[in-house]
């Protein structure tokens, strides 16, 4: 079944990079979500949006086995990064995290200077080469290399809200993942620093393929090319998630199919 | 709301909007009961915070006054006099501290701070990390002179004879506990959004633990192992059964002597400050005033490097 599925949901299997495909997702004996099948396109931006605790983000943590630090997750179904299971007991989690990047709601940069932060993955992985060139890459690629580079040596926790998850994303950049996993990543920071994040995104999905969870509807119109939306079910004792809908950001905002994505997105419940 | 039209003939009456507010609540007056009993608990603190003080001020200041009369660059330096002698120093007491506490130090700090990694990464439900937690907490507890039982047991008893490395061997039980607790602590007072950044790199737990999780409570761990240190150095019982005191030097003829029973400033003070001659009570007590400044010294230190901020 699930063969004749994958297909339909894939025009031009090729460009899927994460197929991410989740039966039962439990946290101990509380199953946070079910039935959710997100087919990840190269170069673009996917948005998985939601009412809180629909497991969007327990979702977008999947991609990338964040998921595994949790005590009594257990998962049934697949994700596939480029075709092979990312849960097969032969994959190593780490190596899996190393292509696909992750930045966090909260700003967490550690607390040393901002070359050292984003020179950190080069450092994890015994990077031979010239550090500082990686290092000013990735700071301008993540649009904070002229607000910085005169202080490189300063703590990166003496930097703004926006700066932090601005070099966040620098650091998570700077190993050249294939993927970048963004949960809620403007939700600590003002429009301003928001507007500054959301154009990165779009510069950077032309070298990336970008996931991002995303609280603001209005957010995943701006910058995402497809969305998925996803809702909870309480008519089983639980509270579970699950997908509603997915497709085109466009279609899904102007034209949705299910009942429950146009109440949410003209805002009668949420 | 739409407002409903009074009843005609009622006229609505206009309200002062501060009727029953007393303004002479306001003013300060010990007839008002709370007023009375806040004033006599602060004057019952203040005057408890002074009576404890009087007893550790006055025993800084004896020390001071007693033991400084006998401080000299020559009670630092000499080997101890033998009974009816004038002079001589406790030389020979400060280093068997310094190389006990040291040894003790070798011992506790890496086993200490490598427990407190493990109970901070374990899972909130593992046996094993609760039971070496409990045997933590309990061993802070323990009476200093069942550690030297316990060292002269099984060294002294087994080596044949009292020697610095017993001693030692003695201190780092007790510090044991204070390094593990406080290393956990430290280090779980690490932001978990931190050591989500390191594992979202693709960082390994041991590189998460060395790279991100260790130099960030850094300063938590020294604390402890600051405060372990100063708490071996001034113990006695642990050592009358393990290092028991020596006139003479550790080292001698080029030669290191840990085998040996050994000096230390502690058991110098118990063995001096009993004896009816004059010149060895001066010089415990001048031993007091450096024993006490090395602790104080110790535990500035570890005050200096706890942490005052986290990310």
Known sequence: MLAEQTPSLTPGRDNIVIDCDINQLFYGTFKAVRDTQIPIVKNSITAFIGPSGCGKSTVLRCLNRMNDLVRGFRFDGHVRYRGRDIYDPNVDPVSVRRYIGMVFQQPNPFGMSIFNNVAFGLRLNNYKGNKAEKVESALRRAALWDEVKDKLNKSGLSLSGGQQQRLCIARAIATEPEVLLMDEPCSALDPVATRRIEELMVELKQQYTIAIVTHNLQQAARVADKTGFLYVDTTQGGRTGYLVEFGDTKQLFDSPKEKHTQQYISGEFG | ?311
């Not at chain 2, 040894?103 to 109970?119: D, E, F, M, Q, R």
């Not at chain 2, 001066?282 to 490097?305: I, P």
């Open chain 2, 1 to 311: 709301m739409a407002r409903v039209p009074q009843q005609s003939g009622e006229v609505p009456q206009v309200q002062d909007p501060f009727e029953g507010v007393d303004l002479e609540n306001l003013e300060r007056s010990l007839m008002r009961p709370r007023t009375l009993f806040d004033l006599i608990m602060s004057g019952l603190v203040t005057l408890m915070t002074v009576l404890a003080l009087i007893p550790l001020f006055s025993v800084v200041w004896m020390l001071v006054v007693r033991g400084g009369q006998r401080l000299s660059l020559e009670a630092l330096t000499s080997a101890p006099p033998a009974a009816l002698e004038e002079g001589g120093g406790f030389g020979n007491a400060l280093i068997g501290t310094l190389v006990m506490v040291g040894i003790a130090g070798l011992i506790s700090i890496p086993t200490g701070v490598l427990t407190g990694i493990y109970l901070s990464q374990a899972e909130p439900d593992e046996k094993a990390a609760s039971a070496i937690r409990f045997a933590a907490k309990v061993l802070t507890g323990f009476p200093s002179i069942l550690a030297g039982v316990f060292a002269y047991g099984s060294v002294v008893l087994l080596t044949g004879g009292f020697s610095a490395v017993a001693g030692s061997i003695a201190l780092s039980i007790l510090m044991l506990p204070t390094i593990v607790l406080t290393s956990e602590e430290a280090l779980r007072m690490v932001p978990p959004k931190v050591r989500d950044a390191a594992i979202g790199m693709g960082a390994t737990p041991t590189q998460t633990v060395w790279m991100i999780l260790v130099p960030a409570a850094a300063p938590g761990v020294l604390t402890g192992v600051m405060l372990a240190i100063a708490r071996a150095a001034g113990e006695t019982a642990p050592l009358l059964f393990t290092a028991l005191f020596s006139n003479y030097w550790l080292a001698g003829n080029g030669s290191v002597e840990l085998m040996q029973p050994t000096a230390s400033l502690a058991v110098l003070i118990y063995n001096f400050a009993g004896v009816p001659f004059d010149n060895q009570v001066e010089l415990a007590w001048a031993a007091a005033l450096v024993l006490v400044l090395m602790v104080l010294v110790t535990n500035l230190v570890g005050q200096a490097l706890s942490p005052r901020r986290v990310h």
